[in-house]
């Protein structure tokens, strides 16, 4: 095979913190696979989600786009059918596989290009987009039939059944794609596609909630480290940020997962402390069907002809600030791993990539890997001249999006209120982060000093005019990608 057309495999985790693996700082979970992974790949060591909540996020890794273009602004919101997305966009000669989440719509229809679909949600269909959909289960559910398990209703999602379901390592989501996708590796070179080069996607549903999970003792609660911002309330933050907090620390749960048993006691330190190492916990299983993954690459010959991505399309909170969960721009949420394995740019050694990227750059640098000259219109660009060396990403800013409007229960009305006024972000190359909404009390950070985002700085006046220079920024971005959304006047 030659470099032009590699075999692509893009893993995704859900809600995976950047701080949950030795390359970002966290020398005490067991995450060997991943760590493996980084220590022969590029580490991008600031990648940003375009905004921190699911089908949004997942719909930008898909097109290229910041969601206000998508439209894809909120949970529950199909990507539209003329919006080409990833399978769609891949050289005709790639076969196109994808398992997992997809929460972009019609979750259990092999759709956008994928010649092979393995779904494992099926509680959306009341939003699919035919009604002789509604009938068609998950994969997902046969596996759990198999394994002695009846699934959940459709009406349930995971998150609000698993909490409660007891299950095996085995017979988790993870599980099942960690076995599914390894043997689809190993197939593959004796299937009647082996002389196609191939794209693999696979969306795990974890380290998402609920914060349990079949490993839930697996790190000692009181040793785990936390840091500064570990339950302390956002006193000068946004106001939405200090309801969340207050609702948390206060004894509130995640509502959704409550309802299927994932009950904490977030109103003392140990029922944090082990909500946080549960949530850790759920990484370390996903490492390890990463493992079977990998595991299939080696024993097929097939890793030096294949890209590795892995990344997730958004962070977790676990106690930082009070909160739990994302829909924040806190670096928690945001700030998410990427890791690019390319063979033949690698050989074996891992090169951190300094400077910030973007989500909507991955689709690009993965078309511009697969040979794809003609490139379509989008927001992100391809980044193989950083991962040859021939530039950096010193002077890039990188933007965030917040469009909450009409989004679930998060605890109460004043929440559900304030969780649905828009943000505009952006983080400098400087590494500044401006948060700028035009209903609550905006941010400013300075990554450099505090790194934990503990002092808001914009109200200080020795910054107003790193405001003004960073609010043009984001005002040029906006005209640049048809963004309307309005920004407070400086």
């Known amino acids: 095979m030659s470099v032009s057309q590699p075999n692509i495999l893009f893993v995704l985790t859900d809600q995976q913190r950047t701080d949950s693996m030795a390359a970002y700082g966290n020398n005490w979970i067991d995450a060997r696979n991943m760590d493996a992974l980084a220590a022969r790949s590029f580490i991008f060591e600031n990648c940003y989600c375009t905004q921190p909540v699911c089908t949004p996020s997942r719909g930008s890794l898909m097109t290229g786009l910041y969601p206000h273009a998508t439209g894809v602004v909120r949970n529950r919101i199909p990507l539209p059918v003329d919006t080409p997305s990833l399978g769609e966009q891949m050289p005709d000669d790639y076969y196109n596989a994808h398992m997992g989440k997809w929460h972009l719509g019609d ?16 509680f959306h269909r009341a939003h699919y987009s035919k009604k002789e959909y509604r009938n068609i289960e998950a994969h997902y559910n046969d596996w759990l039939r198999q394994h ?46 082996a002389n196609q080069p191939w794209l693999l996607q696979v969306n795990f549903f974890e380290p998402h909630p609920p914060y349990t999970g079949p490993f839930n003792d697996l790190y000692d609660h009181d040793a785990i480290e936390v840091g500064p911002a570990f339950m302390q309330r956002p006193d000068t933050g946004s106001l939405v940020n200090r309801l969340r907090a207050d609702f948390y620390l206060g004894g509130g749960n995640n509502p959704l997962g409550l309802a299927g048993g994932d009950a904490h006691d977030t109103t003392t330190e140990a029922g944090w402390r082990k909500l946080r190492a549960q949530y850790f916990a759920n990484v370390t299983l996903v490492d390890r069907q990463l493992g079977k993954i990998l595991d299939a690459l080696e024993a097929t010959g097939q890793t030096d002809s294949t890209i590795i991505v892995f990344s997730s399309d958004h962070g977790e909170m676990a106690g930082d600030h009070g909160m739990c969960e994302k829909r924040n721009l806190y670096e928690e949420a945001s700030r998410v791993p990427l890791m690019m394995h390319v063979p033949w740019l690698n050989q074996g050694a891992a ?34 001249n950083v991962l040859r060396g ?24 004043e929440i559900n209120r304030m969780v649905s006024m828009p943000w505009r972000g952006v983080i400098s190359g400087d590494r500044f982060k401006l948060n ?36 043009a920024r984001i005002r040029m971005w906006q005209a640049a990608t048809g963004d309307t959304m309005p920004i407070p006047t400086l």
Request: hydrophobic content about 35%.
């Open 107 to 122: 979750d259990v229809i092999a759709q956008r290009g994928f010649d092979t679909w393995l779904a494992i949600e099926d």
């Open 148 to 193: 002695g398990v009846e699934p959940p209703h459709w009406t349930k999602s995971y998150e609000a059944w698993a909490g409660g379901a007891g299950l095996t390592e085995e017979q988790t989501q993870a599980g099942y794609l960690g076995h599914v996708a390894s043997e689809f590796i190993r197939d593959y070179p004796s299937g009647k596609h």
């Open 351 to 384: 090169t951190r990539v300094p400077g910030s990227v973007s989500h909507v750059d991955i689709l690009p640098t993965l078309l511009d890997f697969a040979g794809v000259t003609d490139m379509p219109d989008m927001h992100g660009v391809s980044r193989t």
């Open 390 to 413: 021939e530039t950096d990403l010193s002077e890039n800013d990188v933007f965030t999006e917040w469009d909450g409007m009409g989004d679930r229960n998060l605890g109460s009305p």
């Open 436 to 471: 700028l909404s035009p209903a609550d009390q905006c941010e400013l950070y300075d990554l450099n000093t505090d790194p934990h985002e503990m002092h808001n700085l914009f109200d200080d006046p020795v910054h107003r005019d790193r405001v003004r220079d960073m609010a």
